[in-house]
DNA sequence: TTACAAAGCAAACGATCGTTTGCTTTGTAA
DNA sequence: TTACAAAGCAAACGATCGTTTGCTTTGTAA
């Protein structure tokens, strides 16, 4: 085995960062095949061209940033339950997370979160099947939550997530800043499935 | 008041619905971005600029599908409950009628509504007014739904409304055409809500 | 202080975009 | 049979797209 190369250290003036971050809140705000390569790099006063140095593709860049976008809200919602035991506690908890990293705008994290729920795998053919397999490991962890859940014999489990998940990924549509909170609509989302789903 | 001038009567060979066909198929399937007027037209054999004779822009053209897709799709909900008096069977009756026309693809019926569920009115900003207007004056058939339902009191119908429609749209990026039918889903959803917001 | 890779500039590539302009074909009403 | 509008062709417009190529600047490890 030969030796271990010393690693490159990236320069501290490094501006992918940037990248990422205005390619998020543009492809949340306009969709991937609704931005342009241009419109990003303008923010960050950088040339078209430039791009290609830190990702080889357009689609590429799409999939630093679906990852990214995974990553934070799989840790935000991990965080939320991690102090929870009781079923029903945890899912709500877990959904008030997903919708806060979702529609939460300030400090311009939720745009990640959004790009995920947004965009859809079939616009980049070249990163869709990546995309795909993060997106269901972020999933998988609704999947157990729901799966813990004490529920009247014959309920099925994939629907009740299907149907939490659909409505509050949708909220997107039709969420305004101003009224109810992300926090308000995720507990009234599980308000409205629990007491019928819950076995006592 | 002047007279009406006689009506110019359109020929039998106007290709304007297969232009509508073709682009409610592709907008559905792509998006009003990832769609090019040229993607339009190849399917049906005609040159980009002869779009133009019917069309002013590529947004009138997504705002025509948008107005056609709503139609069709008021129509079968408005026809699915037509018989029916009894609050909750209307309910399930307009949710079966809306998820079936949202994901039968069967002679691509579906691919108007798609496109109504799909495409973002911002994506189009000249017509975004209009399609807003539209999208709203079909979902004022579920206003009117659920607020015949018999509900305990305490229970916000809006939400009710918004986790239902939500939930029934986000099927769009899960369903497969081999296995539950949407009358099947469309079905689940209602009972997973009934039994506890059923007042008795 | 120097060597060198990291980072990005500068300029352009061919392809494709939505749309326009002027002209021709063709169905239909009279 | 003819007049004419409906419908679309043919060809191009300027603008913008994602990307490439060759070169320069600059931070950092030695």
């Keep these: 085995m030969p030796p271990a190369r010393p690693a490159r250290v990236p320069r501290a003036d490094n501006r992918l960062p940037l990248i990422l ?6 492809f949340a ?16 006063d950088m040339l078209p061209g430039s791009l290609y140095y830190h990702f080889a593709t357009k689609e ?3 999939a630093a940033v679906y990852a990214e976008g995974v990553r934070r809200i799989s840790e ?6 991690a102090g929870k035991r009781e079923p029903w506690e945890r899912l709500e908890a877990a959904c ?7 529609l939460l705008s300030e400090n311009s ?16 053919p070249t990163v869709a099947g990546e995309l795909v397999r993060r997106r269901d490991e972020y999933e998988r962890l609704f999947v157990d939550l729901v799966q813990a859940l004490p529920l009247a014999r014959g ?3 994939r629907s009740v997530r299907l149907m939490l998940l659909g409505a509050l ?32």
Excluded at 169 to 182: C, E, F, L
């Design 169 to 200: 990924n949708w909220s997107q549509t039709w969420y305004h800043p101003g009224r109810d909170s992300p926090r308000t609509i995720a507990r009234r989302f599980v308000a409205l499935l629990r007491s019928e789903l819950d076995q006592e």
């Design 76 to 81: 935000a919602v991990s965080a939320a339950i």
């Design 21 to 26: 971050d205005e390619a998020a809140r543009l």
């Design 109 to 124: 994290a939720g745009d990640y979160a959004q790009v995920v729920i947004r965009v859809r795998p079939a616009d980049a």
């Design 60 to 62: 590429a860049l799409l």
């Design 29 to 44: 705000v306009q969709g991937f095949h609704g931005t342009s390569v241009r419109d990003i790099v303008r923010a960050i």
């Design 155 to 157: 309920v099925d489990r």
């Design 96 to 102: 008030v997370a997903h919708l806060e990293g979702l």
